[in-house]
């Protein structure tokens, strides 16, 4: 729900095969009122310009291999957790599919409506050890 409303979940790691080789869409949903496949890439640190090149491919598939006839073209949206505004323009400039770049703040602390539904830090390490 934190992405607004209208969005169906299709899948996470969704899977895209392209003449024999197999290529991993972060998260992949369906947005009813834009009527259209929105891809979520998720990248740890800074935007890169060669995230844009890998978008525009998974942009292109989608549109060509999973859209409906009647669905508009597929949005792409590449979540980092720092960009340079410059940076981003000049990778941007003179694609013309929809993308966009974001970030996302990390905190240690768990909020306080979310403990003892979601493991906190301690508890996630353990899990992962």
């Given at each position: 729900m934190s992405i607004g409303t209208d969005f169906a979940f299709i899948g996470n790691q969704y899977r895209l095969v392209v003449e024999d080789e197999e290529y991993f869409i972060d998260l992949l949903f369906y947005n009813r009122r834009l009527q259209c496949l929105v891809v979520f890439e998720l990248k740890r640190g800074k935007f890169k310009p060669e995230y844009l090149g890998k978008m525009n491919f998974y942009l292109s598939a989608l549109d060509e291999m999973v859209k409906q006839?009647?669905?508009?073209?597929?949005?792409?949206?590449?979540?980092?957790?720092?960009?340079?505004?410059?940076?981003?323009?000049?990778?941007?400039?003179?694609?013309?599919?929809?993308?966009?770049?974001?970030?996302?703040?990390?905190?240690?602390?768990?909020?306080?409506?979310?403990?003892?539904?979601?493991?906190?830090?301690?508890?996630?390490?353990?899990?992962?050890?």
């Open positions: 006839p009647h669905e508009n073209p597929s949005i792409g949206i590449i979540l980092c957790s720092n960009k340079t505004d410059k940076v981003v323009e000049y990778s941007f400039r003179d694609f013309n599919k929809a993308m966009g770049v974001a970030t996302y703040k990390t905190s240690k602390a768990l909020p306080r409506k979310y403990k003892g539904i979601l493991p906190d830090e301690i508890a996630l390490k353990k899990l992962l050890k």
